[in-house]
């Protein structure tokens, strides 16, 4: 999803601050401390060659609190000590050389002004292991999962009655329901339907099942990065892979990028107006602005698409509603809204943002998403999904439901069941409480659950429709190495795939359903959230095994 990055240090906790140092954005004196220094002296200075060394837990088998690791082979391995340095190095120059880099948030302009205060993208210096069949899977999914989304869109029934009691407890959804319900009065159609989708796994050691973590509508992020991950893993591979007992070409490529900006300028043919733009819809402060400038770079270079970057608030103030339906904005005609922003309350401070918000789905520009689409990707509309018989409504393949179904984890309603409340509690390490919320950072684990569910059933009302119940995975911690900001941190480490989707339709004419590409992150196994941009992951890809 999009982009929402840590509080400074000072406002954490300091049990929090020792944890996870290495894995926020954290000033220059604190981030190149050792994790032992940082405990136990967190005054002392920093070595001046610290850059290029690689941090290890004082002992990884016993901190280690994930599943353990079936072996070490191939990309779980250890790097030879006398290697590990000119491997490190490398990689910190290919990054910088290729563009593989977010902003700085030491620089209070990186955000804001392209070309200042740079620094590497957080990435794992080797891919990470993953079984061919389980990855085959994931990309025969792709295409299923769009037509799902498309199928369930067009249901505005269904997503309004199912949202009905998540609405009366979060403003957020409510307020995205009421955009939703007026262009149903309004009998809006959306004939051109454009989805830049991602869904998101976890391979479950237990079960060895490929199981969905999300599904993402909505300004699903670094489909530029990401492809630049498995190139500097195939080219670090092709110099130092007789050294580790690895072969780049079981890295895959990954073409996300330009796949998107494919997608992206198809849209736009169908809008049919030579002269019309590509609407970025963007934040005020985007340190992951280089992720979206390669696809705007993409659009430009390989299509001759234009393309514009707006916040919401600039949409509201310069953007114009013409007679037939078409968008302006500062003097553009818009072809297709591209929203890489409008998907957290945060995102929307004021009334401006909420005007701009319907000012675009009055429109008719592609949207992508549209609102229905950005409500399919709710947490609790995945939940309705996996209830039985639910899938048969919208899909007709019983192979494409066995299909989906088979990668459905469990999944809970809280609204009827005291039973799922009551399992929850007795045995919280073995679910996540979700809210309806993207991004990163916002899921519930452990105690926390006990005492949120304790909470909400104490008010009463209907507190629990906020929140889904999901089963935690518990995937293979393998050894890894996660470079940050120039540290290596040598620790164990658990992975999530996300498969890259792109659907396009004019009316009833499918232009495109493909499978895209891929992200892969991989974060600490001590840690609960996995938002790269949001401090807890870093960048990876695949070693197919």
């Not at 500062?330 to 701009?356: C, I, Q």
């Amino acid at each position: 999803m999009g982009v929402a990055f840590p509080p400074s240090s000072q406002s954490l906790p300091l049990k929090i601050q020792s944890k996870s140092f290495l894995y926020s954005l954290y000033p220059p004196t604190i981030r190149t401390h050792s994790l032992k220094s940082m405990m136990n002296n967190p005054s002392s200075s920093p070595s001046p060659s610290l850059a290029l060394k690689c941090l290890k837990s004082p002992d990884p088998q016993k901190t280690h609190k994930g599943n353990s690791p079936k072996n070490e082979s191939a990309a779980g391995r250890s790097v030879p000590e006398e290697v590990l340095p000119k491997l490190v190095e490398e990689a910190l120059v290919w990054s910088s050389l290729h563009g593989l880099v977010v902003g700085d948030g030491n620089n209070k302009r990186s955000g804001a002004v392209p070309g200042v205060g740079l620094v590497h993208a957080p990435f794992a210096l080797l891919p990470v292991p993953f079984p061919k069949s389980q990855w085959r899977q994931a990309c025969e999914l792709a295409p299923i999962f769009n037509e799902l989304v498309d199928r369930v869109s067009l249901d505005g029934k269904f997503l309004q009655d199912s949202l009905s009691r998540t609405k009366n407890v979060d403003a957020f959804t409510s307020r995205l329901l009421d955009i939703h319900a007026m262009m149903l009065a309004d009998n809006k159609k959306e004939e051109i339907r454009l989805g830049l989708h991602r869904s998101d796994y976890m391979l479950d050691a237990e079960t060895n099942l490929l199981l969905q973590i999300e599904l993402n509508t909505i300004s699903c992020s670094f489909p530029g990065l990401s492809c630049l991950v498995s190139e500097l893993h195939r080219s670090l591979l092709n110099h130092y892979g007789k050294h580790l007992g690895l072969d780049s070409k079981k890295v895959p490529g990954n073409t996300t990028v330009s796949r998107f900006a494919h997608a992206l300028a198809k849209a736009w043919n169908e809008y049919n107006n030579s002269s019309a733009v590509v609407m970025f819809v963007v934040s005020n402060e985007e340190r992951n602005m280089y992720d979206q400038h390669w696809l705007s770079t993409e659009l430009m270079e390989r299509h001759g698409v234009n393309s514009i970057r707006k916040t919401l608030a600039e949409i509201n103030e310069e953007g114009k509603l013409l007679p037939d339906g078409t968008l302006c904005v500062d003097g553009h005609t818009v072809a297709v809204v591209y929203f890489r922003s409008g998907y957290s309350p945060n995102d929307y401070p004021s009334e401006s943002e909420w005007k701009a918000r319907l000012l675009m789905e009055q429109s008719s520009s592609i949207k992508c998403p549209c609102i229905s689409y950005h409500l399919v990707g709710t947490k609790k509309i995945q939940q309705e999904l996996a209830k039985p018989n639910v899938l048969e409504r919208f899909l007709e393949n019983k192979d494409d439901i066995a299909k989906v179904r088979k990668c459905f984890a469990g999944l809970w309603s809280l609204e009827d069941s005291a039973a799922s409340v009551g399992d929850a509690m007795e045995r919280p390490e073995y679910f996540v409480l979700k809210p309806q919320r993207e991004g990163g950072g916002n899921n519930i684990y452990g105690d926390d659950i006990r005492e949120t569910l304790t909470r909400l059933t104490t008010e009463g009302g209907e507190g629990l429709s906020a929140y889904i119940l999901m089963q935690r995975i518990f995937p293979t911690s393998y050894l890894s190495y996660l470079v940050r900001e120039g540290i290596c941190h040598h620790d164990y480490a658990v992975s999530e795939l996300g498969i890259y989707g792109a659907y396009l339709r004019n009316k009833d004419k499918v232009i495109m359903n493909d499978q895209c590409g891929y992200l892969m992150r991989t974060k600490v196994s001590s840690s609960n959230e996995g938002g790269v941009a949001a401090g807890f992951a870093v960048l990876d890809s695949i070693y197919l095994t």
